[in-house]
């Protein structure tokens, strides 16, 4: 019987170094669109608010970014040909300048010989309307800030009730009942508050560089003013 089981041994643990080991389960890998996919029907308004204040952005940048473009011989040439009396000259050089600045000297030129009362209520006039074309659809940055995180928490609120529906149904917590729950939660939240953050920079971002013209508009307004009211002019 010894015998038996000395002979034995070696086929054994031959047989246990070549059995198989225990199997494991590949890791699932998750791209950034299977994980946002995963984060349920709430993520179809979030990213259509991403892709709308994308384009809001960028478009107003570029507006802006055109609008300031400073000539600064602009008002050394009007006020040369002011001063020269050749009014003409003067209103095509505004004309030609395609700005902000040039609409606003170029109606000041038009009411020449009024009351400078009258010519600075003009430039004024004109000054705002082209403010709120710059300023065009700028607020919509502002209301997508506060709706995606709202959109996110919506999305928490989900994913809890899908974690406690899952509960109610199979009995049991397990990580694979409440799985499904948190990826909605998580990923929503996320989402709304990084598309929430990033509106709100971008808000802030073009409120200045529009307050910066504005502020060189009104400059170059006070020295058209003064132009008009020197003595002699």
């Given at each position: ?32 669109l ?20 994308l384009?809001?952005f ?23 040909n ?28 038009t009411?020449?010989?009024r009351?400078?009362?009258d ?5 004024e ?19 997508i ?7 996110g ?5 989900i ?7 899952e ?8 990580i ?42 009104e400059t ?14």
């Amino acid at each position: 019987m010894f015998l038996l089981q000395v002979t034995d041994t070696p086929a054994t643990l031959d047989s246990m170094l070549t059995a198989p080991g225990p199997s494991t389960a590949p890791i699932e890998d998750l791209s950034l669109l299977d994980l946002l996919i995963k984060g349920g029907w709430v993520m179809i308004p979030i990213a259509i608010l991403a892709f709308l204040g994308l384009v809001i952005f960028i478009e107003r940048y570029l507006t802006i970014k055109k609008a300031s473009r400073y000539d600064s011989n602009l008002m050394i040439q009007v006020k040369q040909n002011i001063m020269s009396g050749r009014l003409e000259a003067a209103l095509a050089l505004c004309r030609n300048s395609n700005g902000p600045l040039g609409a606003m000297l170029q109606k000041g030129l038009t009411r020449i010989g009024r009351p400078i009362k009258d010519i600075e209520g003009a430039i004024e006039n004109v000054g705002k309307l082209e403010v709120s074309k710059l300023e065009k659809n700028i607020n919509i940055l502002g209301i997508i800030a506060g709706i995606a995180p709202m959109l996110g928490f919506v999305g928490t609120i989900i994913g809890v009730i899908t974690i406690f529906h899952e509960v109610s149904i199979k009995g049991v917590i397990e990580i694979g009942t409440v799985s499904g729950g948190l990826y909605t939660k998580m990923i929503t939240s996320a989402s709304g508050l990084i598309i929430g953050i990033i509106a709100y920079v971008g808000y802030h971002i073009l409120n200045m560089m529009v307050d910066r013209l504005i502020l060189r508009m009104e400059t170059d307004a006070i020295e058209f003013i003064d132009l008009l009211d020197e003595p002699g002019s």
